[in-house]
């Protein structure tokens, strides 16, 4: 996976989860840019650039569905990037293959660069999603198990403010926690 991919990936991510953190008194601006400055997408693929794109839509119309109307309309914020992204998914519902994506994302797409006067976080949450087999093939050659029932995770911070962040995994035999 390229880095461009990966940076590309979060910032959509972002971008329809809505998740960032600035400390109080930060300015952002948001600065129109070109798809030029993005570092490494003319080098991705269409089809990884496409399949990207259809998971996330696919997403946003999850999440809507998800949400009460009057909970997503008390946050017009949020409710407005929805509605954006809904335009362009819908958009891409009737996109023909034989066309450059490329050549779609910009033509329906804007690109910003964030500025800040302070460092600034932002999040996303990856989900990773594994093909499989429910028969042991030549391309499915390892199992994938589910987590044992036996396994427990102990959040340190519980206990000590000093650990917060910090888990342990362990397992119970015979009375007694053991790691594994």
């Not at 008194?25 to 269409?46: C, H, I, N, P, R």
């Not at 066309?99 to 800040?116: C, R, T």
């Given at each position: 996976m390229t880095s461009f991919f990966k940076i590309f990936a979060v910032c959509l991510i972002f971008?329809?989860?809505?998740?960032?953190?600035?400390?109080?008194?930060?300015?952002?601006?948001?600065?129109?840019?070109?798809?030029?400055?993005?570092?490494?997408?003319?080098?991705?693929?269409?089809?990884?650039?496409?399949?990207?794109?259809?998971?996330n839509c696919a997403q946003v119309q999850k999440y809507y569905r998800s949400v009460k109307r009057k909970q997503v309309f008390d946050d017009v914020s949020k409710m407005s990037t929805i509605m954006q992204w809904q335009g362009f998914c819908q958009k891409l519902t009737?996109?023909?293959?034989?066309?450059?994506?490329?050549?779609?994302?910009?033509?329906?797409?804007?690109?910003?660069?964030?500025?800040?006067?302070?460092?600034?976080?932002?999040?996303?949450?990856?989900?990773?999603?594994?093909k499989g087999s429910l028969h042991k093939t030549d391309v499915y050659k390892y199992p994938l198990y589910a987590l044992p029932n036996d396994l427990y995770v102990g959040y340190l911070g519980d206990f000590d403010p000093e650990l917060k962040g910090k888990t342990i995994v362990a397992k119970i035999v015979k009375n007694k926690l053991k790691p594994l």
């Open positions: 971008s329809l989860s809505g998740c960032s953190f600035f400390k109080p008194g930060d300015e952002m601006v948001y600065q129109k840019t070109s798809f030029k400055a993005l570092k490494g997408f003319e080098t991705e693929t269409d089809k990884t650039l496409y399949t990207l794109f259809s998971q009737h996109f023909k293959q034989a066309h450059s994506f490329k050549q779609f994302l910009k033509e329906n797409l804007d690109v910003y660069e964030v500025i800040s006067s302070q460092n600034s976080l932002f999040t996303g949450y990856y989900s990773p999603v594994f």
